[in-house]
Structures are given as C-alpha cells and as structure tokens.
Nanobody
Framework: QVQLVESGGGSVQTGGSLRLSCAASRSISNFDSMGWYRQAPGKQRELVAGLTRGGGSNYADSVKGRFTISRDNAKPTLYLQMNNLKPEDTAVYYC????WGFGESWGQGTQVTVSS
C-alpha cells in the first residue's frame, strides 16, 4: 500500500483555476492506475480523471477540455490541473492508486469550492 496526501484545494470564483496535488509515500511507477474522484454533498462519488501506467487517460464528460491529469514519477506526485472551474465542480476531491491484484489506496480528500 501507499499513503496518499492531497493538497491544493480551496475556494475560487467561476472561471478560476486550481491545481490539486496527490503526494505519494513511495514510488508510483508500478501502479496500474491512478486518478481522481470527487463527491459533492448528497451525491455519489464519481470518477473525474484516470491515468494508466502506460500513460492513457480518461475524463468525465463534464470536465473534458477543462481538467488535465498528469504524474511526476520522480516526486512522486499525481496532479489535476483544473481550469475554467464551475460551481458544479464543487466537491471533495480524492486521489487513488490501484495495483491490480494488490488493492487500492485513497487519500483523505481536499475540498474544492467554486462560487458564482
């Protein structure tokens, strides 16, 4: 397992930007999948963006063209660049890491609040 610590959340106005970071306690190069989920009050947790070990990425339709997921294996840290934020992006954002056959790890979450 790995410990994941998110940071970078905060409060911004509509149209603003934030970059979330997810710092890992050890190397992330052998994780099969890493990414970000979010959960808004009263709603189910939803996948925002995912990144495979091979570099493939996928995004929720609602964030395509606005959010970019990336990783720096040397740090080791996962990022989520969020641009043109909207009030509906308000949620707690969680990062995760999965190694197939070995389980998954989650961070504690970071709050993102977008005001109109």
């Amino acid at each position: 397992q790995v410990q994941l610590v998110e940071s970078g959340g905060g409060s911004v106005q509509t149209g603003g930007s934030l970059r979330l970071s997810c710092a890992a306690s050890r190397s992330i190069s052998n994780f099969d999948s890493m990414g970000w989920y979010r959960q808004a009050p009263g709603k189910q947790r939803e996948l925002v963006a995912g990144l495979t070990r091979g570099g493939g990425s996928n995004y929720a339709d609602s964030v395509k063209g606005r959010f970019t997921i990336s990783r720096d294996n040397a740090k080791p840290t996962l990022y989520l660049q969020m641009n043109n934020l909207k009030p509906e992006d308000t949620a707690v954002y969680y990062c995760y890491a999965v190694r197939w056959g070995f389980g998954e790890s989650w961070g504690q979450g970071t709050q993102v609040t977008v005001s109109s």
